[in-house]
């Protein structure tokens, strides 16, 4: 079987401890996740864990099922790049006097759709929002003229055949609520 990039959806409650539960299960395989990011639902109290791994469907498998059992885990949801829609955001640090002098450095920003996010004398921070290679890429076209600082965001992700969670975690509370 051959390795493809995943995402995997973790819905859960919000408690302590979880993410040291959820790491250990790829810790325990040897397997690097490539992504993490936690963040709050439309649903109050419930956390979603994105993390993106590069595995054989199989052994995604294994792992949702077995982050599934873990306490305080209401769903786990596995799904390719094709299944979702994702986006990361990256910021980028370069000296301002080289962002105001370089013409091409004006083209490059407006070509990439950045934003500053922060100008100073001495450095301007700038955003752009896309997907892995777009960050790369852009990145690629700042490295000559100096970048001070890089950083990129885990990915967040939407399930493209998703009803939405919050449906989702209604019929889920009805199947439990009637065994």
């Known amino acids: 079987m051959n390795k493809q990039e995943y995402t995997i959806s973790?819905?859960?409650e919000n408690q302590v401890g979880l993410l040291t539960r959820i790491s250990t299960v790829f810790s325990r395989r040897n397997i690097n996740v490539i992504s993490l990011n936690t963040s709050p639902t439309e649903v109050v109290s419930i956390s979603r864990f994105t993390i993106v791994i590069n595995e054989t469907e199989e052994m995604v498998r294994k792992i949702s099922r077995q982050i599934q059992k873990l306490v305080d885990v209401i769903k786990v949801y596995y799904n390719t790049d094709e299944d979702i829609i994702w986006q990361e955001l990256a910021l980028f640090k370069i000296e301002t006097k080289v962002v105001s002098e370089k013409?091409?450095?004006?083209?490059?920003?407006?070509?990439?759709?950045?934003?500053?996010?922060?100008?100073r004398n001495d450095y301007t921070v700038f955003s752009i929002v896309g997907q892995h290679e777009e960050t790369d890429s852009f990145l690629k076209a700042l490295e000559p003229f100096g970048i001070i600082e890089f950083i990129r965001s885990g990915r967040v992700a939407i399930i493209k055949?998703?009803?939405g969670f919050?449906?989702?975690?209604?019929?889920?509370?009805?199947?439990?609520?009637?065994?």
């Open 166 to 179: 919050n449906k989702k975690l209604n019929s889920f509370e009805e199947m439990t609520s009637s065994n």
């Open 161 to 163: 055949s998703s009803e």
């Open 10 to 12: 973790v819905f859960t």
């Open 103 to 119: 013409v091409y450095v004006e083209r490059i920003l407006r070509q990439y759709g950045a934003t500053i996010v922060c100008l």
